[in-house]
């Protein structure tokens, strides 16, 4: 079973930066894509980036130039940096490995003065 688990989130000033991080157990990371998505309150989940398993990112449009996806095969772990915050930015981003209908808790940001 696969496991996945959000870590980084928390409330931050428009303009502000948060780093998002993403475990996911097992032996599928390395050879798959891996994604966050984000939803808001009222709305539904929408992608906001990807990263290939060899490391190329593909960004929303509404993020691309202030959000960078990376992964670190050795640990498993994907990490977001989202810079210039937006009040609409405000959401629950999740983790997702593609191909497995598996989501973690996510967690919780919040852009607001």
């Known amino acids: 079973q696969v496991q996945l688990v959000e870590s980084g989130g928390g409330l931050v000033q428009p303009g502000g930066s948060l780093r998002l991080s993403c475990v996911v157990s097992?032996?599928?990371?390395?050879?798959?894509?891996v994604a966050w998505y984000r939803q808001a309150p009222g709305k539904q989940r929408e992608l906001v980036a990807s990263i290939t398993s060899g490391g190329w990112p593909n960004y929303a449009a509404s993020v691309k130039g202030r959000f960078t996806l990376s992964r670190d095969n050795a640990k498993n772990t994907v990490y977001l940096q989202m810079n210039s915050l937006r009040p609409d930015d405000t959401a629950v981003y999740y983790c997702?490995?593609?191909?497995?209908?598996?989501w973690g808790q996510g967690t919780q940001v919040t852009v607001s003065s």
């Open positions: 097992g032996s599928i990371f390395s050879r798959n894509t």
């Open positions: 997702k490995v593609d191909g497995y209908n598996y």
